[in-house]
């Protein structure tokens, strides 16, 4: 009697009584819920397209500006680059590294020049 009261108290008998009642309505609901499951999964899948194809397009813009920002950084760094081949070829400093004349020396200059400052 040990094991039959076991049985009873133990979750066996309620697993028993669930998966018989799964069992017996299983053949019944299933093709009710997949009736029911079927237009929910389309509208899902419909949805994944919109998405994909909404994901391509921005993907395909994201693509397009990144190619100008690299070609126009591009065409930047070979314009310094002929400017500072240009530069070094006739010996002249490039414009930024030419020091600009103080502003004392340049009214020195002036008044011994005789014209006003």
């Known amino acids: 009697m040990g094991m039959v009261g076991d049985l009873l108290k133990g979750k066996t008998l309620v697993g ?3 998966g018989l009642g799964a069992a017996v309505l299983a053949p019944r ?9 079927k237009p929910v999964a389309k509208a899902a899948i419909k949805s994944g397209l919109v998405l994909f194809e909404k994901g391509k397009e921005l993907a395909a813009e994201t693509g397009e500006i990144v190619e100008d920002l690299w070609a126009e ?12 081949a240009g530069m070094a070829g006739t010996g002249a400093a490039c414009p930024q590294e030419q020091p600009e004349p103080e ?3 340049l009214a020195v200059d002036e008044a011994d020049s005789g014209q006003p400052a």
Not at 29 to 37: G, K, M, N, Y
């Open 73 to 84: 950084a591009k065409a930047e760094v070979e314009e310094e680059h002929a400017l500072a």
């Open 29 to 37: 609901l299933l093709p009710v819920l997949a009736q029911a499951a």
């Open 16 to 18: 028993l009584a669930v």
């Open 103 to 105: 502003a004392g020396r």
